[in-house]
């Protein structure tokens, strides 16, 4: 008796545990996200140590949301972005995604998103609706201890609510570029000289994740925004 009960248990908790690492994320156009693996090349060349290699190993992308999924709760996740989608291609098929200068943040190299009402909104709508499936009690990242206060309370708080420190007033959208831990980023970038510009996004994508923040493909679904690849008008 107590021996079914142990496996029971057991069982129950292997469910519950079993879990994904998800990236729900806006896609580049394909003129800027040309662009972006064109300098993460070009990178390569000034910083032989980033172990980012957009347009081979990961793509090209700025997330809206990050976290741990139950695993078995996938199709729910999908099933979730579908019905809001309506509200999500109203506000992303006009959304003016400007890309502007390089930030160096540790190890990590991004081309900064100028944060718009837009892309807030895209982010905390999705957060809003599929983090009921994530999976709980996430670590805390070591990263996060060393912040000062009160950002570092409210980072826990947020991984303990919604399995990441980045959404909401903490959302920075950005596209990583690069990750480094030997080279100097910022004498690679200076030679790279990244230029500002800006872009439609063309879909939301629901995709694996490598290592360093990589995105990997958009396997659980790519979600097209009804605007045809816009093209900027200049
Ligand atoms: C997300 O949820 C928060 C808290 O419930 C709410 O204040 C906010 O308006 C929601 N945002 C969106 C875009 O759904
Ligand atoms: C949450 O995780 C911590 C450390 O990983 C563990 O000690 C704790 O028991 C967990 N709590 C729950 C409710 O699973
Ligand atoms: C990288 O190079 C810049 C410019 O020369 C310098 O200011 C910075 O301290 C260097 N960073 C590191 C981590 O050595």
Same mark, same amino acid.
């Given at each position: 008796?107590?021996? +079914?009960? %142990? ?21 580049? *156009? ?11 090349? #070009? ?19 700025? @997330?809206? $949301?990050?976290? *741990? ?18 509200? #999500? ?6 959304? #003016? %995604?400007?890309? @502007? @200068? ?5 190890? &990590?190299?991004?081309?900064? %998103? ?12 999705? %957060?809003?609706? @599929?983090?009921? $499936? ?10 996060? &201890? ?13 991984? +303990? +609510?919604?399995?990441?420190?980045n959404v909401f007033d903490q959302f920075q959208p950005h596209v990583t570029l690069a990750w480094d831990e030997i080279d100097n980023l910022t004498i690679a970038f200076n030679e790279v000289g ?5 872009? $439609? ?30 093209? +900027?008008?200049?």
């Amino acid at each position: 008796m107590s021996h +079914k009960l %142990v496996i029971i248990f057991v069982v129950c908790l292997i469910a519950i545990v079993s879990s994904i690492e998800l990236d729900i994320h806006i896609n580049l *156009d394909p003129t800027t996200n040309q662009i972006a693996i064109n300098y993460n090349n #070009l990178l390569h060349k000034y910083a032989p140590n980033d172990q980012v290699f957009l347009g081979t190993e990961s793509i090209p992308h700025i @997330t809206l $949301y990050l976290t *741990d999924f139950v695993e078995e709760q996938i199709p729910t996740i999908q099933n979730e972005v579908s019905q809001i989608f309506p509200l #999500l291609n109203q506000a992303g098929k006009n959304c #003016l %995604v400007e890309m @502007t @200068t390089i930030d160096i943040s540790a190890q &990590y190299g991004m081309w900064t %998103v100028q944060n718009n009402q837009c892309l807030q909104y895209l982010s905390d709508l999705v %957060v809003n609706n @599929t983090f009921q $499936y994530i999976t709980p009690n996430q670590s805390i990242p070591s990263w996060v &201890y060393s912040l000062p206060e009160p950002l570092r309370d409210e980072k826990i708080a947020m991984i +303990k +609510k919604y399995g990441s420190p980045n959404v909401f007033d903490q959302f920075q959208p950005h596209v990583t570029l690069a990750w480094d831990e030997i080279d100097n980023l910022t004498i690679a970038f200076n030679e790279v000289g990244v230029q500002p510009t800006s872009f $439609y996004s063309p879909s939301i994508g629901i995709g694996n994740t490598g290592p360093y923040g990589t995105v990997l493909d958009n396997f659980y679904g790519t979600f097209n925004f009804d605007n045809n690849n816009k093209i +900027k008008k200049n």
